[in-house]
């Protein structure tokens, strides 16, 4: 049986990279393997896959019983298929908090560290192996992480994901600043994407006591082509909580390279979620948040109702 490779829905670079590292990896080491994502990559992931003459990876809905799997970038049943629980998840890789809720037909290898990308902890797993990573491996393992760190700007930023960064880019001859913002400039154009789907495109449900939130980030070089659409945007964040079963949308329009976050305020409850998570004041319908550009580390852990 092919084991099947993914992460969470709503693929993003370190998802979408890390399944075709590892599954190349599990391959190499004599387990037929393959990645696969749960719905459309962002932008930036499909610029990546390109860039490094990847096949996009087949989009599965969900997975039959018994099917082998490895889960990379995510613990969260919530983004994982909803048949997950009677697959054979035979290992999971990620660098996020333990959520709990999976649960497995044995014991299974798991891996978690506190880095700021996936596809760092998996250089280390692969030991003697990493070094006979072919070019395109290794530019996906250089993508992933100059995403996850917003080029070394997130504060989840490790000292081991800089130097493996730096290491993969000499290797590849590459210069990080420049193809960095080749990344973000793609990350940024969402202009084909309808007001849903931006808040769909990079999000996570959340719980805060009763409240539950689907938290949505943009980050983008340019928060005008995202801000613009803002009446929009707001309209379309009540039908998306409804259509997906929580209390509200929250969206953080994170700008690169100012390192700021410009979160919309469309109700009396994302102002007073803004003013008691960041200890601001809002008087409009959005707010920016100086410094605040990592839903992980500073957006999710903050959140008060």
């Not at 983004?79 to 996020?96: C, K, S």
């Not at 880019?169 to 940024?188: C, H, N, R, T, V």
Request: charged share 25%; hydrophobic share 45%.
């Amino acid at each position: 049986m092919t084991t099947f490779v993914f992460g969470h829905k709503s693929p993003d670079t370190d998802t979408t990279g890390a399944a075709l590292i590892w599954a190349w990896y599990l391959n190499e080491t004599g387990t037929d393997a393959a990645a696969r994502l749960l719905g459309e990559p962002n932008t930036e992931a499909a610029f990546v896959l390109k860039r490094w003459s990847f096949e996009q990876p087949e989009i599965i809905a969900d997975v039959e019983d018994d099917q082998d799997v490895v889960i990379v970038d995510t613990n969260n049943p919530a983004e994982l298929p909803a048949n997950i629980n009677n697959a054979n998840v035979t290992a999971i890789i990620d660098h996020h908090k333990l959520v709990g809720g999976l649960e497995t037909k044995g014991p299974i290898d798991i891996t978690i560290r506190p880095v700021a990308c996936t596809v760092t902890i998996m250089f280390d797993l692969m030991g003697d192996l990493a070094a006979k990573m072919p070019e395109n491996i290794k530019g996906a393992m250089l993508s992933c992480i100059i995403s996850d760190t917003l080029e070394f700007r997130s504060p989840t930023t490790t000292a081991q994901d800089t130097e493996l960064a730096e290491k993969l880019a000499a290797d590849l001859g590459i210069s990080i600043p420049e193809y960095a913002a080749e990344m973000f400039a793609a990350k940024s154009d969402v202009s084909r994407f309808s007001d849903a789907e931006l808040l769909r495109m990079d999000s996570k449900k959340y719980g805060v006591g009763d409240t539950k939130f689907r938290v949505s980030v943009l980050e983008t070089t340019t928060p005008a082509t995202v801000l613009d659409r803002k009446d929009s945007i707001m309209e379309a964040m009540e039908t998306v909580a409804s259509e997906d079963g929580v209390d509200q949308v929250l969206l953080f329009v994170v700008d690169i390279l100012k390192e700021e976050a410009t979160m919309l305020i469309p109700n009396d409850l994302t102002k007073s979620v803004a003013e008691k998570s960041f200890s601001t004041t809002v008087s409009g319908d959005t707010v920016v948040l100086p410094g605040v550009v990592s839903r992980k580390k500073q957006i999710i852990p903050s959140l008060a109702v």
